[in-house]
Structures are given as C-alpha cells and as structure tokens.
C-alpha cells in the first residue's frame, strides 16, 4: 500500500470539490484529489449542463415555431432527437477540459481516480493509496432519490443520470416531480416535440414564490404540457413504451417514458463516516455554519451537506472553507443572500426572502413593490413581455427579490449583491442602467419603492414649492 501524507484531501471533483483544489493548491497547500467517477461531477456530466444544454435546443425549436409575430413565418421544425442529444455532449465536451484531470494535474494536485474512504479520523484510503491529511474535505454530492414507490423497480424509468443516454425523442414523458429537474425537462422535452406530463405530490415549483410560479406553469399549460398537482404518485405498472403511474387519490397517468424527479439522496453511504467521527443523516453531513463536520479537521460541502443543493452553492462553502483551512481564520456560511434561478422559459429566479416568508418574519414592516415586464421597453421590442419584478423592502433595505420572466437568472444578480452587501433601495435606484435593457426592470422596482414617497408627499411638494419661491 502507497502512503501519502498531505495538507488537504478532497473527496469528490464535482463542483465544491474542484473548486477547493484549485483555489488551495495555487495558493501552496498539497492538495490531493479523490474521483472514482467522471471529473467535474453532476452539474457538468448529468446536471447543469447538460439540462441547459437540451433547454436551449427546446427554446430554439420554440423560436421557429413563434416567428410570425415579428414577421418571420412559423415553421414547424424538423426535429432530430439524437442530433440535440449530440449537441449536449459537444456542450460538455467543449466545458470538460476545465474539470479535467490533465488541468488539475497541471496546476499540482495529485488526481488519484479511485473511491476514498475513512479510515481513521484523517486517514482515507483510495484503491491501494493510504492518504493522511491533515485537513479533509468531504464533497462527495447527491444522486437521484428513487422513492419506494410500489412497482417502480419492475418499470424502466429515467433519472438525471440515464436521461442524457436516451437517443429516441420519448413520445409521451411522463414525470414524476415538478420540482426544478422536472419542470425544466418537461418544458425542453415539450418543444422538442414530447408530449409531456407532470405528475406533482404537492405544488409543482413549490420552492418559489407561488405568484411567479403561476407565471412559468400557466405557460407550460398554454404551450400544451399537463401539469397535475397534488398528484401523489403511488403506484407504477407496464413495460417499456407503455408505462401508467396511479396517484394516490386515484388520478391516472399513462404514457411511454417515465422520468423520476423526486428530489436528491445526500452521497454519504461507503464512506466510512463512522470511522472518522462524521456524524450524518438521511439529509447529508451535520456541518455548522462553518461547513465542519463533528470531526473538526474533517470539513463537508457542496450537495453532500443537505442545505440548498446548487453549484454556486457549492462554489461558495468552497470558498468559505479555503479561508478556514489555509488561513486558520474564522469564516461562515450564510443562505440569505444565496440566489437561484430555474432556467424554464420565462425563468424563475429567487434571492432572500419570498413575500411570504418576509411577512413572517417582519410583519407589516415588510413592503412589497413590483414592475411588469410589460412596461420595459425593451421586453415589448423582444416580445418577452410575461413577467414581473417583486422586490420585499424593510426599513429602506431590500429582504427579497423574485424575478419571473426572461433572463431571471441574469437580472437576480443586482439583488444578490444588494441583499449581501445590506445595500439600500437607494443605491440601486441611483444606478444608472442602459436603455433599453431588461436590466431597467432592477431600477424600476426600486423606483416602485421611491415613487409614492417623492410623488405623492406633501411635505416634498411643499418643500419643491418653498425652494421655487426663493430660487433665483
Ligand atoms: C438535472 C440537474 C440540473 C441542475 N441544474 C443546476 C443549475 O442549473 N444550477 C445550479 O446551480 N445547480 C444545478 N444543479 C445542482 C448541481 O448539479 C449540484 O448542486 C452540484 O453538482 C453539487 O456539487 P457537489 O460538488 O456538491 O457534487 P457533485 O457535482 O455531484 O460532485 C460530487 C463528486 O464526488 C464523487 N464521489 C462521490 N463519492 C465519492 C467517493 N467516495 N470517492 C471519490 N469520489 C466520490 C462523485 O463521483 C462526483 O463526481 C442541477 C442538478 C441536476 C441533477
Ligand atoms: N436550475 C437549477 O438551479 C436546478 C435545476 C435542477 C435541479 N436543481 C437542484 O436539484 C435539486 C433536486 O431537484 P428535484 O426537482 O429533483 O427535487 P425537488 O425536491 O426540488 O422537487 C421534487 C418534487 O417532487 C415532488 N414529489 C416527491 N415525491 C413525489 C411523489 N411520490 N409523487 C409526486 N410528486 C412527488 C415534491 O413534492 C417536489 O415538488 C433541486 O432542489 C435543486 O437544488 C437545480
């Protein structure tokens, strides 16, 4: 057996894993990295990616089909399923070299491709390599959760992980889940020329600020998709090409591919946790606000950590954790100024509180102003005139943004910073933004919030009206 002795091991080259190899070993620790799977993890192989990827090759097919309005004659494409599965793969192919080995290796971590596991409060083996570490970062993510629905070991069924193998378009997907995975790949698999149903338990979207939920569900329902919600699936029977899902209540669903999209199973299971100390549930690795396990020279971040399961999470306890490993300086993680975004058409996108969490939590000192997508000048140009803005305000200082609309994901951004830095309404009112952008809608709200308080104030009018009579 190989021994090694480092200053830091990471376990999982996904997103959170890469990123604190990268940032550590070219600020000068030894850093070593474990993967016994593909490198760059879910979000480049089965995750972002490839789902953004089959979303774009929907939108443009979606594209063709809506043209008149701007005189450019619909046309019903031809789609070519396997072709726009090609285009995923040249998509990952083209990102690929960043997460690779070959560049990582480059910028001296030792890469070792096999499965780690404790040993020992810092010690992991991998293969016939004993690693002691000095400090350990567990970052091995989630896999999809496959619920112990009756029948569905006996169906074939899809995940975000067999998904992307899949050559011929499904013609009639039938998915389980309408949380982000699922809604974004019914809307892609719908343009693409799917028929496409959404069996949901609860709310689909139900992580969202339901007014702006609506607004992305009302038009997937227009576009054709069937949403059923409060359909909670209960029962799976059939064969490949003809598979029926019963819910509960004893809704019934037929169709010829089945895509299970419940949500993620934290990946903590082999990995000798119990050897190291680490305490963990069904959810993922207890960690404190620091991103340490109960083994405090043993660190977990990313997906694996059970709290919000995104790659810019997971970006971010990277960093937090780099600070306190290399520098042995205090550094924690905090969620209320984490964004997301859900990359349907018109996207959804969240930072800080929804309006109904800020009421909660402030009460009447909580206000809420909104701007329509309608009234931006360049949205009318583009005809992407569904959606709002809808920022939540206490005491001057905004506590929530929820963008639905197109470009979400882009616009959230100025919030982001806004609610990190406990920045005022003031200063993104003052910003000047280029006209005609989306980015106006940010100014906008903001004015929302200025505007009954500079329009419709007697106090300003008779102040405007005393600096009048004495101006020269
Ligand atoms: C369909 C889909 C779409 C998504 N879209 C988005 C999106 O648009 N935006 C966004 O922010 N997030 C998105 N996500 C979430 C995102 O993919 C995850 O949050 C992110 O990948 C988490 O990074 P991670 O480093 O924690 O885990 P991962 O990226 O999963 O990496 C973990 C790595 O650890 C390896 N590993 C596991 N156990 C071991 C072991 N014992 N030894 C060695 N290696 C091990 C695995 O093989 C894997 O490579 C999406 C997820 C899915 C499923
Ligand atoms: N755009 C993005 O950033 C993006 C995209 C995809 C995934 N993700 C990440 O991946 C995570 C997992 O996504 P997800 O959509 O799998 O999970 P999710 O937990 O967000 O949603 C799962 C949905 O399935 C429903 N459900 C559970 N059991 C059911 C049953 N038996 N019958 C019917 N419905 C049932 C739940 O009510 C829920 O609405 C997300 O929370 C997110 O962190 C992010």
């Not at 946790?273 to 977990?300: C, F, H, P, W």
Request: proline letters at 4%.
């Amino acid at each position: 057996m190989e021994t090694i002795k480092t200053d830091l091991l990471v376990i999982g080259a996904g997103s959170g894993g890469l990123s604190v190899a990268a940032g550590a070993v070219q600020m000068g620790a030894k850093v070593v990295l474990l993967e016994d799977h593909k490198m760059g993890g879910d979000c480049l192989n089965y995750g972002c990616v490839p789902s953004k990827a089959l979303i774009a090759a929907g939108k443009q097919a979606h594209v063709m089909r809506n043209g008149a309005k701007f005189g450019v004659a619909n046309v019903e494409p031809q789609i070519d399923y396997a072709a726009a599965k090609d285009h995923v793969n040249n998509v990952i192919a083209t990102i690929e070299p960043v997460d690779s080995q070959e560049r990582f290796e480059g910028l001296g971590v030792t890469v070792i491709r096999e499965r780690g596991r404790f040993t020992g409060p810092t010690t992991v083996q991998a293969g016939n390599t004993e690693i002691t570490a000095r400090r350990i970062v567990i970052a091995t993510g989630s896999a999809p959760f496959v619920p112990p629905i009756p029948g569905l070991d006996k169906v074939p069924y899809l995940t975000n992980e067999s998904l992307w193998d899949l050559r011929e378009l499904p013609k009639h997907l039938l998915i389980i889940g309408g949380g982000p995975i699922g809604i974004e790949m019914a809307q892609a698999h719908l343009r693409l020329g799917s028929k496409v149903t959404v069996i949901e338990g609860d709310k689909a979207m139900g992580k969202d600020d339901p007014e702006l939920a609506a607004v992305v569900l009302d038009r997937m329902r227009e576009e054709g998709m069937v949403i059923e919600e409060g359909a909670h699936a209960d029962e799976v029977s059939g064969i490949a090409g003809d598979i029926t899902v019963k819910a509960k209540d004893g809704r019934v669903f037929n169709g010829s591919h089945l895509l299970v999209a419940v949500g993620r199973s934290a990946n903590v299971s082999d990995l000798g946790l119990e050897q190291a100390g680490v305490e963990y549930s069904r959810r993922g690795i207890d960690v404190d606000a620091s991103m340490k396990t109960s083994n405090k020279k043993v660190y977990a971040i990313g997906d694996v950590a059970g709290q919000l399961q995104f790659t810019h999470v997971a970006g971010y306890h990277a960093g937090v954790v780099i600070r306190s490993i290399l520098f042995g300086l205090p550094a924690k993680t905090k969620q209320a100024h984490i964004p997301w975004a859900t990359y349907t058409d018109p996207e959804l996108a969240q930072v800080g509180l929804t309006e109904a969490q800020a009421r909660e939590e402030h009460g009447d000192k909580a206000e809420v102003y909104r701007f329509p997508f309608h009234e931006n000048d360049r949205a009318i140009a583009e005809g992407k005139t569904t959606g709002l803005i809808k920022v939540t305000v206490v005491k001057g200082r905004p506590v929530g943004a929820s963008i639905v609309g197109a470009s979400a994901g882009d616009l959230i951004g100025v919030w982001a910073l806004a609610i990190a830095n406990n920045m005022k309404m003031s200063q993104i009112a003052g910003m000047v933004a280029p006209y005609p952008t989306l980015g106006e809608v940010n100014k906008r709200a903001a004015g929302a919030y200025f505007s009954p308080r500079l329009f419709e104030s007697d106090m300003v009018k008779k102040v405007v009206g005393l600096v009048q009579r004495f101006l020269p």
